[in-house]
């Protein structure tokens, strides 16, 4: 049937390459006009904002491409990407100048350096692998990255004594890179389970727990009578509410916890259906788990549009301290990316759902991507290694020991383990297909915690990202 | 009992080299290090945060596994001990094989060998001549860049090239350097040790202050002759820095300027620039003093250290007596509240030679306590220049440098693992069913194989060109059609070693 569905759809439709260019004209000219009235054009925020404008127009062409497969559809994509990159090369190249020193020293430099080595990556993947759907993954991705560095404060700041060190480039050039395999590879090793035939409802589970897990996360914050507990931020300063040393001020936004909580009913229903479906050897109900996932993405959206307005402007009540405080999206990145990324992992799955077809038509066979797969962590693992020990020396003159079970050196010595363990199991046991897969899937998570599980949840020494 | 002994010994060292056993071992390891990020560790936390963290009986339970310290506990160090055990376990097991594997490598490959090897070639021969195929093919692999050895059986010749067959050993260089690093890591634990050495400019010291607040001796002193902070524009610092000199017995070894991320190293020793700050001493006070009467009322500055009098005129003189950082009146006394320079006073005493008083002079004025008013000259505070301090952290680490050449030797070990390919050729004439001599090509390679076959099939093209021009010599223009015959390049299966 999906097959029929191909050929309804002939590969024609250059209205989406139209739309999309006369989107970007606007913009651009919207843009213009702008710099007419402000008078500098080379800018650091015009030129991310050109790069999100390009960005922007490659991923809805890369999209356009992972569900209809149209093939003029990618040579335009990577053309925008290819301009993006250079308005991003553009940003990163004046923040440097800026600052004096790499972009490396803030959640928003850092930011400004993995989209850009993000880009780069889709390029290089879809040019010398000839993974071409690839963009369709990276490039919302991307485009999440650039949205958000707009609500980060991008000031250029000083660099406080610890972080005036060559190391410190050293080593954080060396986690991005590796953080940047690492996705790959997890990309790659999704894209091997669905050429290996892995059953769509399967990957329901998989993004559903997802979901469900970010909701829990983020209920964690949920306070009495139905509050949802953010960060204070002092929008003068722009920077977080301390009480004390190290202990923030936070504000409770009345109501939005209700939200967060029925959202977190909504995306637990998929995951129920589908157990029960499991259970009862029950087919029927995946179709509805499937509709279930439709409705979730919805109050997603729904909960991301409340979480918005309600934390950009007003003033909130605090269970620390007396009076009204003002919070705002800045204060909260992590959220807001988590909540972006839940409706983003929805919305891959339905693609999988409605085009698995040509999906499978699109990307190479399963054996290809399963080496491709490999290869990424072989070159993922030896840039870990290094990363781990340029921080170990920077931390030897910084701190007076090369190791300090800091949470952050932990949590990258259990990731550099677990990619020790796929290699090991993949070399000496023959570890293929779905198993080493699952493995590259588990590195990736555990990177991720590191990333931000660790910034976020874990007190420790690496205050700075 | 020797045999059950001996038994029990065998299974123990089967059980320790495997690779489940390793696995089990990393997992826990995993499992117990990211406890030690949830849990609250002792060396980093406050104790009054632990008791309002957890309830007594569960931080006695927690204290009591160790979980509150996970990292310095004995079971965690003999569970690295334990994963260290392992590796060596493996390595040593596996290590004889591959050693072989490396020492004697395998020249002269049989006909079960050349059955079973997937990627190989065959090239008929003109003349059914093997010397000339032979040699076509040594000229091919010199030109490709690998030096090709003849293999003299008795009733064969035959060749072998290769390349990179040190990479084989390459991941015993890996596990070696995992090893020199938690040598390090245990000798640091055994023998290292970290302190803090507080000095203020002009003061030297060699006692050593450790975490549990003992003192250390160390056999040098180290003396500060100066310290300071630069700020940015804003006022954020921008750097901390000391200059420090190295005494022993007296003399002056070396001097040298730290800052942050640069430390003083002397035998062995490492001081950083852990922390700066004003100690709440009084170091010097500039005041304007102007004479309360006279004619004569022109000011003049002084700048008084603690305690010393400075002369105003042939009869008055003024001596800084008393600095408080941190001032409360109480009672009509004057008491410090704090160290911190927060609300400071300073008392002057102001003699008069002729008439022997003396009159307390309190800046700021504190009435009901100062005799300000009585006072030959009027005090203006310029500036107060409070005592400087700057905080060392002083730590020994004689493993460091194992550590240190782990991590180079890892490297280089992960550079030779994964781009460091060994590959094999090995040439064969043959005789096929027909009678026709063959050249047979077979190549293999430990990693990276798809990349490989590319490099076999530029192997067999090259030999295949090395012969064409022999061919060409013999003017046989039937013979050109057998060099055009289609090579056979099969590959079998690709799984496995």
Known sequence: MARANVEQQPATGNTLIVMVGLGMAFLLFMAFLNVIKSGSLLSEANLLYAALIFYAGAGSLYLGFGVTGTDSYIKFASLMTWAGLLANTG?????WYEAGHPPFASIYEMLLSFVWTLAALTLIAEKRYGVKVIGTVTMPVAIVGVILMQLLPSEVRPLVPALQSTWLHVHVTLAMLAYAACALSFALAMMFLIQDNMKTETFLAATSIFTVGIYAAVLMRFEKWGGLSVVAWDAQNKAEVFISRGVRLFVTIPDLGWLMLLVFAAVLAPLVLYVVSRVKKNESLLAIADRAVFISILLQTLALVFFLLRVRNGQYPSLDAEGLYATSLAA?????SALVGGIFANLLYLLLLWRRADLERLLPDADALDRITY??????FPLLTLMIAAGAYWANRAWGSYWNWD??????????????????????????????????????????????????????????? | MPMSLRSA???????????????????????????????LQRPMTDPDDLQRAYSPAMLRFLDFTGLTDVFHTRWF????????????????????????????????????????????????????????????????????????????????????AERNRISEMAVYMVHASLLLIFLGFIVDSLYGWRGFLMLSPGTASNQVEMKNGSLRTIPFSIRCDATGEDTYADGTPKRWWSKLAVVEGGREISRKEIVVNDPLVYQGLRFYQASWGRTGKLDRLIVNATPASGANRSTQEIS??????????????????????????????????????????????????????????????????????????????????????????????????????????????????FYVVHMRFWVVPVVDANGRTLLWVGGTANRNRDAFEHKFKTVVEEIQMELKPELVACAQPKVTSITAAKIKISRTTIAGK
């Open chain 1, 332 to 336: 909260s990145p992590f959220i807001l």
């Open chain 1, 375 to 380: 290869k990424t962590i072989c070159i993922a």
């Open chain 1, 407 to 465: 949470p952050k050196e932990t949590w990258a010595a259990i990731t550099w383990l677990v990619y020790a363990g796929y290699l090991h199991m993949r070399i000496t046991r023959g570890w293929r297909g779905r198993r080493a897969a699952y493995f590259a899937i588990l590195g990736f998570a555990v990177v991720m915690f590191t990333f931000f599980g660790v910034t976020y949840l874990l007190p420790g020494l690496h205050a700075y990202a």
């Open chain 2, 304 to 417: 008084l250290a603690m305690n010393q009098t400075v002369a105003l005129d042939a009869d008055t003189s003024v001596q800084l007596a008393d600095f408080i950082p941190d001032f409360v009146v109480q009672d009509g006394r004057v008491y410090a509240r704090s160290k911190d320079v927060a609300n400071p006073a300073v008392h002057l005493i102001v003699t008069s030679k002729k008439t022997n008083t003396s009159v307390n002079v309190w800046l700021p004025n504190i009435p009901g306590v100062d005799e300000n008013a009585s006072s030959p000259y009027i005090f203006d505070p310029k500036d107060l220049k409070t005592g400087l301090y700057t905080g060392l952290q002083v730590s020994h680490e004689p493993g460091q440098f194992a550590v240190w050449a782990g991590v180079v030797l890892m490297a280089i070990g992960l550079t030779f693992v």
């Open chain 2, 9 to 39: 010994w065998r299974n123990l060292w089967q059980t320790l080299s495997s690779i489940k056993t390793g696995v089990v071992l990393i997992i826990l390891v995993v499992i117990f290090s990211a406890a030690g990020t949830v849990i």
């Open chain 2, 77 to 160: 160090v003999a569970l690295l001990i334990l994963v260290s055990c392992s590796i060596i376990a493996a390595s040593v097991q596996r290590f004889p094989n591959a050693w072989r594997f490396y020492a004697r490598p395998y020249k002269s490959p049989d006909e079960n060998f050349r059955k079973a090897l997937p990627t190989h070639a065959q090239i008929p021969l003109a003349n059914n001549d093997e010397a000339q195929g032979l040699s076509a093919a040594e000229r091919a692999f010199r030109k490709l860049g690998l030096k090709s050895e003849h293999i003299v059986r008795t009733d064969s010749f035959s060749l072998f």
């Open chain 1, 91 to 95: 940003a990163v190249a004046h923040r």
